[in-house]
């Protein structure tokens, strides 16, 4: 298997790291040939500053270069990977897809696996997602993520390609639910910080992850996704992280928001577009996802975090488990 990451930023990094220093070869290709120099010349990159580069990586910016591989990593943001791999249908036909961000795509609602099966239908697509920050892989601490494939055959072998000393994948066949739980816990995170930083407290912020984590699994289901992955590392297991440290970039921009702050937009915040989908997608089926609907509309700047609050908790009173 000959390993390219399309995208340099701190998750496809910090992927080619672990896997290289695991012994494998791998082409890590970004957009801007400039950057692609410096990571040759100082095998450093921009978004992991403290981390080596180790020689088993290729930094290229010659799309040549990663169509040369035959397992593509796409580590772009969600919202960037229909447009990547549509315009490079015709080079992705036949291989392996393994996308890597976490989100809904705006344009046709869907997760990432389905934005392949569209655009390159020859190709396998498989997921990879769960709870880990980019630093701890490049660090290599140890992390556990969900490899999400429809073609077991193909599941199993890029599990254990992809598996490395400090980094531990499990098998799912569930891709529906495995790319659902990382894309929403997002909007879910986004919702905690802003409880955090807006001073409603540690209380409301484990009623949110708990009522959260119930829209994540009504919708899932709605879509199709089998229940028990939701309860896995790809859903409960990254929403308590993602819901609880400020290493995560959907947490720390729902602090901002909470606090009235200024966000840097140029931070990749999945969970702001995702939130947006989760309210499109629930209208379309009738879904009730109150929270969801709140976070889109802090996002776009609607509702400050009181009023959030105030729509949240007054809503009239009901069964837990309805
Ligand atoms: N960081 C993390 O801890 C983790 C991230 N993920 C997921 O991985 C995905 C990527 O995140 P992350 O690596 O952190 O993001 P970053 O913001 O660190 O990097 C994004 C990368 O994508 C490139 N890029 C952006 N738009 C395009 C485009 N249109 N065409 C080509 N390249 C593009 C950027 O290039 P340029 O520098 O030129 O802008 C950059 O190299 C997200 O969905 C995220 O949720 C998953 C697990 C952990
Ligand atoms: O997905 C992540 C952790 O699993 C990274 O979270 P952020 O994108 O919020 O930084």
């Not at 989908?277 to 879904?287: H, K, N, P």
Request: hydrophobic content about 50%; glycine content about 10%; overall charge negative.
């Amino acid at each position: 298997m000959r390993i390219g990451i399309a995208g340099s930023g701190a998750f496809g990094t910090a992927l080619a790291v672990t896997l290289a220093q695991a012994g494998q070869q791998v082409t890590l290709w970004a957009r801007d040939a400039a950057a692609v120099e410096t990571m040759r010349s100082e095998r450093r990159v921009a978004r992991l500053p403290d981390i080596d580069l180790p020689e088993g990586i290729d930094p290229v910016s010659e799309l040549s270069a990663l169509f040369a591989c035959d397992t593509i990593l796409l580590a772009l943001p969600a919202q960037a990977t229909r447009v990547f791999v549509t315009d490079h249908a015709g080079a992705l036909a036949g291989k392996v897809l393994v996308a890597c961000a976490k989100g809904i795509d705006l344009h046709s609602l869907t997760g990432q696996t389905a934005i392949i099966a569209e655009a390159v239908p020859s190709a396998t697509p498989a997921l990879l997602t769960g709870p880990s920050f980019a630093a701890d892989i490049a660090r290599g601490l140890p992390t556990a993520l969900t490899l999400a494939c429809t073609d077991t055959g193909c599941g199993a072998a890029l599990q254990k390609a992809l598996s490395t000393p400090t980094l531990r994948l499990y098998r799912s066949a569930d891709v529906i639910g495995a790319e659902l739980g990382g894309a929403l816990k997002n909007v879910i995170a986004i919702a905690c910080g802003a409880c955090i930083g807006a001073g409603f407290g540690d209380s409301a912020r484990a009623a949110l992850m708990t009522r959260g984590f119930a829209e994540m699994q009504r919708l899932a289901a709605a879509l199709g996704a089998a229940p028990e992955t939701l309860m896995g590392l790809s859903g409960f297991g990254d929403l308590v992280l993602t819901c609880s440290s400020e290493l995560s970039r959907n947490y720390r921009y729902g602090l901002a928001l909470g606090r009235g702050e200024a966000f840097d937009s140029h931070t990749t915040v999945e969970g702001a577009a995702t939130a947006r989908a989760v309210t499109d997608l629930a209208a379309a089926r009738g879904l009730d996802l109150p929270i969801s609907a709140v976070t889109a509309r802090m996002v776009a700047g609607d509702l400050t975090p009181l009023q959030a609050l105030d729509a949240l908790i007054n809503r009239p009173l009901k069964e837990e488990r309805e």
